[in-house]
């Protein structure tokens, strides 16, 4: 059983475009986030859900919306698809290691979105 | 000066060598630092982490932290071709009530048999 599953792994659209990625966990965890690795590999947070609310948005154009229907559950809904959208996209799932506090992410596999 | 820096190499070793992967930060902010390993195509994993200064040991991999000089380490002993993926220091900090994790860009290292 996958822990932390997102749909579809690859995703290839035209500019202007509307998409959106979906993401579950099944670990329990309360806090899931979106995070983007571009073409260098630079993973740089997007968004963060605890319990259905939103804790973390970074400077994100407008046009990428979150949605959590529930603590297993963040969607990303991209409007106006751009060139510059193209990256890997990842879901993640947060859980603290019981003994030190740190802030352990399991992460998905990764949704490629290619914009054309 | 970013908060985090990591050299993204690429780094390409000889099976069994030893391996040293780094990370400078300027956030003295920071208490937890963990690594985490990419292989190509899947979503990074956590491999060890570290609450302040001191060493981790976790079979052949040993995780450093020296919060004096703001640098973390991650040694491989006895490399394998296995360990071919990308390296990736974390670490967060509490601030504004919230809790901050930052990435480092990533360490590609490739172990040739």
């Known amino acids: 059983d996958t822990a932390v599953s997102q749909t579809p792994k690859y995703l290839v659209t035209q500019m202007g475009n509307d998409k959106s990625i979906k993401c579950e966990q099944n670990?329990?965890?309360?806090?899931m986030y979106w995070y983007k690795q571009d073409s260098k590999k630079f993973l740089k947070i997007m968004f963060s859900?605890?319990?259905?609310?939103?804790?973390i948005n970074e400077t994100v154009p407008n046009r990428f919306s979150p949605k959590s229907p529930d603590k297993a559950h963040l969607n990303l809904h991209i409007n106006s698809l751009e060139l510059g959208d193209s990256a890997v996209y990842f879901c993640?799932?947060?859980?603290?290691?019981?003994?030190?506090?740190?802030?352990?992410?399991?992460f998905g596999a990764g949704s490629r979105l290619t914009v054309l | 000066q970013k908060e985090v820096e990591q050299d993204p190499g690429p780094l390409s070793v000889p099976e069994g060598a030893i391996v040293s992967l780094n990370c400078t930060y300027s956030?003295?902010?920071?208490?937890?630092f963990m690594w985490y390993r990419q292989y190509s195509r899947k979503g990074p994993e956590l491999l060890m982490y570290t609450y302040s200064s001191g060493n981790k040991e976790d079979g052949r991999f040993t995780a450093q932290v020296d919060k004096s000089s703001k640098y973390i380490s991650l040694f491989i002993r006895d490399s394998q071709p296995s360990d071919s993926a990308t390296y990736l220091c974390a670490m967060t900090a509490l601030q504004g009530g919230s809790e901050k994790l930052v990435f480092g860009k990533g360490t590609k290292l490739t172990v040739n048999p």
């Open positions: 670990l329990g965890h309360d806090t």
């Open positions: 859900y605890n319990n259905k609310e939103l804790i």
């Open positions: 956030n003295s902010a920071f208490q937890y």
């Open positions: 993640a799932s947060g859980d603290r290691a019981s003994i030190l506090g740190a802030n352990v992410l399991t």
